[in-house]
């Protein structure tokens, strides 16, 4: 005779074995996909070395303007072998990291203060376009007059590359928040700040992950217009060295090395911002 409760807890178990399944299954199928776009992505990148290495085989190219892709691994090799390669991308990292850092964050502050205040809208927003359309090298006589070539001057730079991609987009982003939106949330008593955080700003998180990855691809532009004029250490200022002393296989490692790290910093950012997405947009 089966004990009470006996059925109803073969169909629990049942049903919690098809979610595991269920789980089990989704996260295969992501895995699959994530190596399908992988392996999708790296066609063309490989297209491009095989390439490269035949026209440096086969003489179509001078070795001197283009060396093959085994002379830059051994330039790779050989500056890693002196430490230098390790200090060149971690002073490089760590000023576009700091530098988008402040930037983002002052762009967010005040891309929301003008989205959202018709005031500061009129009173900020022609001065900060007018500041906007300002070439980046403009900024660097004037950087380095006032802060000298140290790390300030460098990281200010870069902050400024990475403050207008994000204060444009929130600013636009917020300008188009469903006002319907806003009115609900203000009925239930929400106001000020808590409506920013609570409202205005979820409803926005996809613009502004967009802005935050055009400010980082930003941050590593500017980080290379302030480590060419001014630097000793850093993938800029390896360009630099580079062409001074003819050395094409180091100038295009640190090509590949910024091409490879900007879309690693993206990549990661990626993760956030799918993670954010599901969470509050």
Do not use: C
Request: aromatic share 6%.
């Amino acid at each position: 005779m089966a004990l009470p409760g006996a059925h109803t807890t073969t169909k629990a178990e049942g049903s919690a074995a098809s979610r595991g399944g269920a789980t089990a299954a989704a996260r295969r199928a992501s895995r699959q996909e994530l190596a399908r776009r992988i392996g999708l992505g790296a066609v063309v990148p490989v297209a491009l070395v095989a390439l490269w290495q035949a026209a440096s085989t086969l003489g179509w190219v001078s070795a001197v303007a283009l060396p093959a892709p085994a002379s830059v691994v051994e330039a790779a090799g050989e500056l890693a072998g002196r430490g230098e390669l390790g200090r060149h991308i971690g002073i490089s990292v760590q000023r576009v990291l700091i530098g988008f850092g402040i930037g983002a964050a002052l762009g967010l502050a005040l891309g929301s203060l003008v989205g959202l205040s018709k005031w500061a809208d009129a009173l900020l927003g022609p001065t900060i376009g007018a500041f906007r359309a300002v070439p980046s090298l403009a900024w660097v006589p004037l950087l380095i007059l006032w802060m000298k070539i140290g790390e300030d001057s460098k990281v200010t730079l870069i902050a400024i590359g990475a403050f207008f991609p994000i204060f444009t987009t929130v600013y636009l982003a917020l300008r188009h928040v469903d006002k319907n939106l806003v009115e609900a949330a203000r009925a239930f008593g929400l106001k000020g700040l808590k409506l920013l955080t609570t409202v205005q700003l979820p409803a926005v998180v996809p613009a502004v992950f967009s802005g935050l990855r055009l400010a980082l691809a930003q941050s590593w532009l500017f980080l290379v217009a302030a480590e060419l004029i001014a630097s000793s250490m850093g993938l800029g200022f390896l360009l630099t060295d580079s062409q001074n002393n003819g050395r094409t296989d180091r100038l295009l490692l640190a090509i590949i090395l910024l091409a490879v790290i900007g879309k690693i910093t993206d990549a990661l950012l990626g993760v956030v911002e799918r993670k954010a997405v599901t969470r509050w947009a």
